[in-house]
């Protein structure tokens, strides 16, 4: 039995940044990170990039040395998995049997990868941990061929980087193009462009019925001979931990305020789990990306401290495919209308709802992608 200050649930980045922001804001009461995952926290974004290429190792993707986590006094625990948490006694327990007082708890669980839900989907391979990163590069590193089934951004960005090793890659989605109900059909069609250049199959317009030994069937009766399976099938937040907590959930994550302050006082939420209140949007807004919890895992580090400090910034993430590096800001909940714009080395996507800017893609347009967070920042109109 343990008694500390502030508990933090996960080693993802928002809970690093949490730890990180407590101690920067002045807290001084012992901090513990409990996370489910075996090594020391790693940088995600490069493990469907530069990692799964082999360009990288998995010493040289770590957030932190053992040594940092010394100097700010934070207490990593690793391989264990909060399993229960007593909102009244404010105490947490843990698979491996220890039981954990705390005075704030920080829940920074993420997301787990959905399984692909097809017979013999169990076969694909999941990408969320090192650990899931490492079995996919050892796999890749004998295969000839590979499937990736789901045409997001891990997905498009895992095919190119299979493609990249030499593997003969093929992406297979429902979409016609990539994310063309995000961010459009003409977006779509560029991504589709870079998915073909950096040497990925493109399959659109079918589901995956089945995994069968060693072939991949298509929902139009085709099969894939492959040697490697990818599920790139989208996320599902970790939230079991807050059933029969009394905490409240909105869209199936916990919802905060824009403190990241949860329904229980003195539990915070932030990340991927969380659905958090943007103050300048004014309403909740969804995010899946790696800057958004680090800012939300500061945001409840902070306050766990005694600050108050609220999100008000404005959510994006770039990602990689193959070559090609696409910036994207937006409050992420729809638009009304998209328009492309070319530009000298690249193009823009400006996304709009009501007159009003909401959204900003663009390839090698950095004026534009500032221009574009400004704008949405504002609620300014489109720029013509
Ligand atoms: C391959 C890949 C590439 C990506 N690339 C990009 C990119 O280019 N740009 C971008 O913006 N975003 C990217 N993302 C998304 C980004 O990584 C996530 O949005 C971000 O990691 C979310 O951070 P988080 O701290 O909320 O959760 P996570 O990073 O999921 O961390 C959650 C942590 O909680 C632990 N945990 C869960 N439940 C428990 C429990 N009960 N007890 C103890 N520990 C628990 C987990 O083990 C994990 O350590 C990528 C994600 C992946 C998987």
Avoid at 152 to 177: K, M, N, W, Y
Avoid at 366 to 376: M, P, S, T
């Amino acid at each position: 039995m343990s008694n500390i200050g502030v508990l933090i649930v996960g080693s993802g980045p928002a809970g690093v940044a949490a730890a990180e922001s407590f101690r920067k804001a002045g807290g001084t009461s012992a901090v513990t990170i409990v996370t489910t995952d075996s090594s020391r926290p790693c940088f995600r974004p490069p493990l469907s990039k530069d990692f799964l290429r082999g360009d990288v190792s998995a010493s040289e993707i770590e957030l932190h040395t053992a040594q940092w986590f010394s100097d700010l006094g934070i207490e990593l625990i690793r391989d264990d998995t909060v399993v229960s948490i007593d909102i009244h006694a404010q105490r947490a327990t843990t698979h491996g049997g220890r039981s954990i007082f705390y005075a704030q708890l920080i829940l920074a669980s993420g997301a787990d990868p959905k399984p692909l839900a097809v017979p013999g989907g169990h076969k694909a391979l999941p990408l969320r941990s090192l650990h899931d990163a490492e079995v996919l590069r050892d796999a890749a590193s004998g295969a000839d061929t590979a499937v990736v089934v789901g045409a997001g951004f891990i997905g498009c960005e895992a095919a190119a980087s299979l493609a990249h090793r030499g593997i003969a890659t093929t992406l297979v989605t429902p979409d016609q193009v990539p994310q063309q109900k995000r961010l459009g059909f003409s977006a779509g069609e560029r991504i589709t462009d870079f998915l073909s250049e950096a040497g990925v199959q493109y399959v659109g317009g079918v589901k995956v019925s089945a995994v069968h030994g060693d072939s991949v069937r298509l929902d139009n009766g085709v099969s894939i001979t492959t040697d490697v399976v990818l599920a790139a099938t989208g996320v599902a937040p970790r939230t079991e931990l807050v059933a029969r907590t009394g905490i409240s959930m909105a869209a199936e994550r916990i919802a905060v305020d824009e403190h990241m302050r949860t329904s229980i006082a003195n539990v915070y939420a932030a990340g991927d789990v969380a659905l958090a209140i943007n103050r300048i949007a004014g309403r909740r807004v969804l995010v899946e990306h790696w800057q958004d919890a680090i800012t939300q895992g500061t945001i409840a580090g902070a306050n766990a401290a005694g600050e108050s400090s609220s999100w008000c910034e404005v959510p994006g993430f770039w990602t990689t495919i193959g070559d090609r590096t696409l910036k994207y800001a937006a409050w992420g909940d729809g638009y009304g209308r998209a328009r492309l714009v070319e530009k000298e080395a690249g193009f823009s996507v400006w996304y709009e709802t009501n007159g009003i800017t909401v959204g900003i893609l663009t390839l090698d347009a950095d004026d534009d992608y500032a221009e574009g967070q400004n704008r949405i920042r504002s609620g300014a109109a489109l720029p013509w």
